[in-house]
């Protein structure tokens, strides 16, 4: 053990860093690639089976050809899933957010009828409302 150490020298620790370092670039390049594959939704199911394969059998030349042929619209594919992501949280917020003064009120009156809350309940939570 001892001597395996000694033979790995500062040139062998920077060699498996930037082994290490292309090695992580290759993995998000790979996620990368499938996430955009999977997002497209002009391609049918046999066409991104076929790429998926194809990156298996032959990643790095799977890569290149996918970001030659391809590569043009992932940037699109990406900023409108993004816009379609925001409008959604948008959309939740507005329909969250959406509840007036009246709307709370008209609550706690149904609570106070079907009686979830007392009448000094509502009163103490009516007047925190308005205040």
Not at 75 to 93: S, T
Request: proline share 2%; net charge negative.
């Amino acid at each position: 053990m001892l001597n395996i150490l000694a033979t790995y020298d500062l040139s062998d620790a920077l060699v498996t860093t930037l082994a290490i370092f292309f090695f992580v670039i290759w993995v998000w390049i790979v996620i990368t690639i499938l996430m955009d594959l999977f997002r497209d939704h002009e391609l049918n199911g046999w066409a991104k089976a076929a790429w998926c394969l194809f990156l298996i059998v032959f990643p790095p030349l799977a890569a290149l050809v996918y970001l030659i042929f391809r590569g043009h619209g992932m940037r699109d594919r990406a900023i409108k899933e993004q816009a379609d992501a925001k409008k959604q949280f948008d959309d939740y917020v507005r329909e969250t957010a959406s509840t007036t003064p009246v709307d709370e009120l008209h609550k706690l009156d149904q609570l106070r009828q079907s009686g979830g809350i007392t009448d000094e309940e509502y009163a103490k939570m009516k007047a925190k409302l308005i205040n």
